[in-house]
């Protein structure tokens, strides 16, 4: 069997440390979120403290809600904390690529070909890495065949791959992703907590086969609920957009914004035509939007590249560099 235990970088003393901070970490990247991330916290540190069940993977958790709403963000935040990067040991597989209408090559490309003469995406991340999140993300597109694998995955920590060998995941946290029951949250004001709940469960059952659904787990506990971020957590997400990329450009582009104001992300909330696919279509509007007046600057060289980004007066939608921030109005700083 391959990736049995090997000697960790660090002590069980210094994870143990290192993990009671997890959740005071993932508040701070997971907006919006509140109700789920305890649970989902818990998962993660428990398994990372290795005290999972033997035979069993380190941790296993089933993620719902719809598009944008920090579901993936979560796995890579907590990938960011135990690893050091939000892609560090996290096999992210995009069940659209590897479903029933991609056909058998999609497969192959996922499992390796009969006999192991070439390598799939599952074998070489199990050859390199000894520990770490494989993350099936969408898991409804998959193909019929991958949730017999998954089954094998979630029962014995254990998967064995075209090239004829078995590899152990008990190091391993198995994670999906579903936007099954999207169409609930529109209505979800007018649901229940609980009669919510019920549906999604009504909903994976038509879905998925029971015993599918139970190796993650309960409701609450391993099969968690991400709601529709609301609209003071879509502005508090611009904010962080535009706080992480615009100093990309001082190193890049010698382009140095300090700061920019809240009329900006006002203009960027409103840029999106709806909000169902949350802070994805935000983050979209925010890279837009940096681009289109970097691309400006750069196309004239005579214009200031320091300052605090703004709304033009008079209603414009155009973006203007303010040699200060305008005490008259609110403003956020990059630093």
Not at 178 to 198: C, D, P, T, W, Y
Not at 221 to 244: D, G, N, S
Request: proline letters at 4%.
């Amino acid at each position: 069997m391959r990736n049995l235990n090997r000697d960790s970088k660090d002590t069980m003393r210094e994870v143990v440390e290192k993990s009671r901070r997890l959740e005071t970490f993932l508040r701070r990247q997971i907006i919006g979120q509140e109700t789920v991330i305890g649970s989902f916290s818990d998962c993660i540190k428990y398994g990372w403290c290795q005290l999972s069940t033997p035979n069993r993977p380190r941790g296993t958790l089933f993620l719902l809600g719809p598009t944008g709403v920090g579901k993936t963000e979560s796995v890579r935040a907590a990938a960011e904390f135990m690893y050091g990067s939000p892609d560090a040991r996290l096999l992210r597989l995009d069940m659209s690529e590897f479903s029933r209408q991609a056909g058998e090559e999609a497969l192959v490309n996922l499992l390796g070909t009969p006999g192991g003469k070439s390598p799939g995406r599952l074998e070489r991340f199990l050859e390199e890495n000894d520990e770490g999140i494989i993350l099936y993300d969408e898991i409804e597109k998959a193909h019929p065949q991958l949730f017999t694998i998954l089954l094998q995955q979630l029962d014995a920590a254990r998967i064995t791959l075209n090239n004829n060998r078995t590899y152990n995941l008990e190091r391993f946290f198995l994670i999906a992703t579903s936007n099954i029951g999207a169409h609930l949250f529109q209505s979800a004001k007018h649901l229940s907590e609980r009669r919510l709940q019920q549906s999604l469960e009504m909903q994976l059952k038509e879905r998925f086969s029971p015993e599918f659904v139970a190796r993650f787990g309960k409701f609450n506990h391993e099969i968690l609920i991400f709601r529709p971020l609301k609209p003071e957590h879509l502005r508090l997400i611009a904010r962080k957009f535009y706080a992480q990329l615009l100093p990309v450009y001082r190193g890049t582009h010698r382009i140095d914004i300090r700061g920019f104001s809240a009329d900006l992300i006002e203009e960027t909330i409103r840029s999106i035509d709806n909000t169902r696919n949350g802070a994805r279509e935000l983050r979209s509007s925010v890279e837009r939007t940096i681009r289109e007046f970097m691309f400006e600057l750069l196309c004239s060289p005579e214009k200031e590249r320091t300052g605090w980004l703004d709304l033009a007066p008079g209603g414009s939608r155009q973006l203007i560099l303010l040699p200060k921030p305008n005490q008259t109005k609110e403003f956020h700083s990059c630093y």
